[in-house]
């Protein structure tokens, strides 16, 4: 599949959920956003990015920190998710927050505009991420920095999830999956530069940063039930393997979950797992 065709199929994947994303009743997008932006530590004035900004996770906080004075942009391919944005910047009567409809892998924006740029779970979407890590130093101004978040990819277990789920997800129904999302090839896609702190370190050092820093540290993912869970894992990634599912594995699926997750949580109350996360920072060495 070609880059642009692969763009298309992540922007609806992501346009379709766009509605529902990050308020199903599962806390896990809105803890990691500011989680990151903590790391990343925007200051009053500040000009931020945020690439692949979802429904604003970082983009709020963010915007809360820089305050009126500054400004954050938040840029994502699927035009839904935008306009959830939008609305949220209406509905909280933001003046300093704005989203736009974007490629992340190649944002056109002018040089030097931004002192932070924020991504969150999103960089790893894009085709080329060092390339597009190079670019950024570009509209980074001198000494900017960068904050970014991946899950950790691990052959044997479902990509985007923790471990706990791969007994719970029949490794036969990954072959419904297109073959850029079967696990081994985003392994192979992400792990040659992701999964070493220190090739990583060393990408981002030859894109053009400096002082940078991995910090693996899980983020707690709260789901009211089993039930929302298995809604909210129709809301991101996942999603394309449920859409491409024959029906009765479908439900099969829904059941093996609903039943795993109630174990997990021991019969009642909330389902609580602690997600590895890798945070990572940097500086632009320019400057
Ligand atoms: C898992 S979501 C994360 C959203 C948000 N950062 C958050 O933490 O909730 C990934 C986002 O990246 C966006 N995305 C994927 N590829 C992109 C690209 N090439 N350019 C811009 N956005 C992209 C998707 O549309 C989606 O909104």
Same mark, same amino acid.
């Given at each position: 599949m070609d880059s642009s065709a692969y763009k298309r199929q992540?922007?609806?994947?992501?346009?379709?959920?766009?509605?529902?994303?990050?308020?199903?009743?599962?806390?896990?997008?809105?803890?990691?956003?500011?989680?990151?932006?903590?790391?990343?530590?925007?200051?009053?004035?500040?000009?931020?990015?945020d690439v692949g900004c979802g429904r604003g996770a970082s983009l709020f906080p963010a915007a809360e920190l820089v305050g009126p004075r500054g400004h954050a942009l938040g840029i994502d391919l699927a035009p839904a998710m935008v306009e959830e944005v939008g609305?949220?910047?209406?509905?909280?009567?933001?003046?300093?927050?704005?989203?736009?409809?974007?490629? &992340? !892998?190649? $944002? %056109?924006?002018?040089?030097?505009?931004?002192?932070?740029?924020?991504?969150?779970?999103?960089?790893?979407? /894009? #085709?080329d991420a060092p390339g597009a890590l190079s670019r950024y130093t570009e509209l980074l101004a001198d000494g900017g920095r960068i904050a970014f978040t991946s899950p950790v990819f691990r052959a044997g277990t479902f990509p985007f999830l923790p471990p706990e789920f791969t007994p719970l997800i029949p490794s036969s129904l990954l072959e419904h999956l297109p073959p850029e999302w079967q696990p081994e090839a985003l392994v192979r896609r992400f792990n040659s530069w992701l999964e070493d702190a220190g090739d990583l370190a060393a990408t981002l050092e030859r894109a053009g940063y400096r002082e940078v820093r991995v910090l693996d540290e899980p983020?707690?993912?709260? &789901? !009211?039930? $089993? %039930?929302?869970?298995?809604?909210?894992?129709?809301?991101?990634?996942?999603?394309?393997?449920?859409?491409? /599912? #024959?029906?009765?594995?479908?439900?099969?699926?829904?059941?093996?979950?609903?039943?795993?997750?109630?174990?997990?949580?021991g019969g009642s109350g909330p389902v609580v797992i602690e997600v590895p996360v890798r945070f990572v920072t940097a500086r632009v060495a320019r400057g």
């Amino acid at each position: 599949m070609d880059s642009s065709a692969y763009k298309r199929q992540v922007a609806g994947v992501f346009d379709d959920s766009a509605a529902r994303y990050d308020r199903t009743g599962v806390e896990f997008f809105t803890p990691m956003g500011r989680r990151l932006v903590e790391l990343a530590a925007p200051v009053a004035g500040e000009r931020v990015l945020d690439v692949g900004c979802g429904r604003g996770a970082s983009l709020f906080p963010a915007a809360e920190l820089v305050g009126p004075r500054g400004h954050a942009l938040g840029i994502d391919l699927a035009p839904a998710m935008v306009e959830e944005v939008g609305k949220e910047i209406a509905a909280r009567g933001l003046s300093q927050v704005e989203a736009r409809v974007m490629d &992340a !892998e190649n $944002p %056109e924006l002018p040089a030097g505009a931004f002192d932070v740029l924020l991504g969150g779970y999103s960089i790893i979407f /894009l #085709p080329d991420a060092p390339g597009a890590l190079s670019r950024y130093t570009e509209l980074l101004a001198d000494g900017g920095r960068i904050a970014f978040t991946s899950p950790v990819f691990r052959a044997g277990t479902f990509p985007f999830l923790p471990p706990e789920f791969t007994p719970l997800i029949p490794s036969s129904l990954l072959e419904h999956l297109p073959p850029e999302w079967q696990p081994e090839a985003l392994v192979r896609r992400f792990n040659s530069w992701l999964e070493d702190a220190g090739d990583l370190a060393a990408t981002l050092e030859r894109a053009g940063y400096r002082e940078v820093r991995v910090l693996d540290e899980p983020v707690r993912m709260t &789901a !009211e039930s $089993p %039930e929302r869970w298995v809604e909210w894992s129709h809301t991101q990634g996942m999603r394309l393997l449920w859409q491409n /599912l #024959p029906a009765p594995q479908r439900e099969d699926l829904r059941e093996r979950l609903t039943e795993g997750l109630d174990r997990l949580r021991g019969g009642s109350g909330p389902v609580v797992i602690e997600v590895p996360v890798r945070f990572v920072t940097a500086r632009v060495a320019r400057g």
